[in-house]
């Protein structure tokens, strides 16, 4: 009895020692971070947080208070310079299959998803691997299955608590094991195609993204202060494959949505894209200056969207003055895309779709330096490029070939995301597709 009581004191004795040290701490670093509510020691504000609603509860924790939204990190490293490069010199995919299976539904019902996400991920796979799957390959389904699983996880609030507390819930039972094994399988997949890549390597011929970063690795590999490493080329290559597929399929569906709840934004897309592209030639890059209805459209679905309202975080690699405040090095920033890009003052009646916004009192699109749906500076996403190219191509061509009908009433179409944390997750919906008499201008795989 006497030896539990003791480690019991000692155990109190202990806590009350962290417990003051973490106020310490906090003191210690009060007047030079800046405003926000008193954290708790361990647990941060955890407590004044809503994890099944992670930005609009962090913008409510906000209100009333200097926000640091942007802040200094260090120069973009080379892989990163390289990795902008490659995508642009390996180009974007077609869309051919992707007519052929909405086609094939014949008019009923049907969730466009799971069409996007495997014609979305055949473009960015041929891109980072040099080939395509074959759409009903079991592997190619379940590298798409580990996606979507590692997506959603990072939305839900199991998956902002792991976020905060990733030392501790990484050895805990829970859900997030799951995710865990998802983002284990994404590499094991990865990693299997890089060993093939190594093995057929021609240093002069690269065939893909793969074997331009394999090429960089073999020249610097005598750099001690080198970026291109294996560690770094999986990073990307999962960054690259989870980005290319998730975000650009995910925001073509809720363009989609958006078009069924407002036909008249949907007729005015079709006759703008009748108008300029006529029945006999597919949409192409070169088009977008001559459908600026079209890319207007385009951008207030991002707008309103907000795909990644809270950014991704970032960690300052060197302590940081910004605006009269101290930022420790270490600490995790969240450049919060959602206020700017659902701001009042900026973009008026923020919650409400309105392409109008992007286009000028003549018609013609207008570019808007608070669109930033990719983030901006030397942090800007890998792939904007990229998504961008593929959104365009992606909408046009669907809504070229065909028409978009809602089999249930417009206005129990909701907009509002299913979750709203890192990412905010389209809800999913039915629809259907009627060819039109432009469907014969198709692009092959």
């Known amino acids: 009895m ?5 480690l019991l004191v000692a155990l109190l004795a202990c806590l009350t020692v962290m417990v003051l040290m973490s106020v310490w701490q906090q003191r210690k670093s ?25 930005y609009t509860s962090i913008m409510k924790v906000s209100q009333g208070r200097e926000m640091v939204t942007f802040s200094t990190w260090e120069s973009a490293k080379s892989p990163r310079r390289f ?23 014949r008019c009923s019902n049907m969730d466009p998803a799971f069409f996007l ?19 009903e390959d079991k592997e190619f389904l379940s590298l798409l299955r580990m996606m979507l699983g590692s997506f959603q ?8 608590r792991y976020e905060m507390f990733s030392l501790v819930m990484k050895h805990l039972p829970g859900p997030q094991q799951q995710g865990f094994k998802e983002l284990q399988g994404l590499e094991d997949f990865i990693a299997k195609k890089v060993e093939h890549k190594q093995h057929t390597l021609d240093p002069n011929s690269p065939r893909d993204f793969i074997d331009s970063f394999l090429i960089c ?3 610097e590999e005598q750099n001690p202060d080198t970026e291109f490493t294996n560690k770094n080329m999986l990073m990307t290559v999962i960054y690259l494959l989870f980005a290319g597929t998730m975000t650009v399929s995910a925001t073509v569906g809720y363009t989609l949505l958006l078009l069924m709840k407002y036909p008249h934004v949907q007729k005015r897309v079709r006759e703008e894209l009748t108008q300029e592209l006529g029945s006999g030639r597919a949409p192409s890059l070169g088009d977008r200056t001559r459908l600026p209805y079209t890319d207007a459209v385009l951008h207030e679905a991002q707008r309103l969207l907000a795909l990644v309202p809270m950014g991704i975080p970032r960690t300052l690699m060197r302590t940081t003055r910004f605006r009269g405040y101290t930022l420790p090095q270490g600490t995790e920033v969240f450049p919060l895309l959602g206020s700017i890009l659902h ?8 919650e409400e779709f309105n392409p109008d916004r992007f286009l000028d009192a003549d018609g013609r699109f207008r570019k808007h330096e608070a669109f930033l749906p990719f983030s901006l500076g030397k942090r800007v996403c890998l792939g904007e490029g990229l998504a961008k190219a593929e959104l365009f191509l992606f909408f046009t061509t669907i809504l070229q070939a065909f028409s978009l009908e809602s089999p249930c009433p417009l206005d129990s179409l909701s907009l509002k995301p299913t979750i709203s944390g890192l990412f905010n997750i389209p809800p999913a919906f039915q629809l259907q597709v009627r060819p039109t008499d432009l469907h014969s201008t198709t692009q092959t795989t």
Not at 30 to 54: C, H
Not at 153 to 160: D, E, K, L
């Open 2 to 6: 006497l030896a539990s009581g003791l």
């Open 30 to 54: 009060r007047g030079k971070l800046p405003p926000g509510p008193t954290p708790l020691p361990f647990i941060g504000n955890y407590l004044q947080l809503n994890t099944e609603q992670m």
């Open 83 to 105: 990795s902008m490069a490659t995508l642009r010199d390996f180009g974007v995919g077609k869309t051919g299959f992707l007519i052929e299976a909405l086609r094939g539904t």
């Open 117 to 135: 996400s495997r014609t979305v991920s055949n473009v960015i796979s041929s891109i980072v691997f040099g080939d395509c799957f074959d759409y």
């Open 153 to 160: 996880f990072t939305a839900t609030s199991t998956g902002q």
């Open 217 to 219: 690795i073999q020249e």
């Open 343 to 350: 701001d009042p003052s900026i973009f008026k009646h923020p």
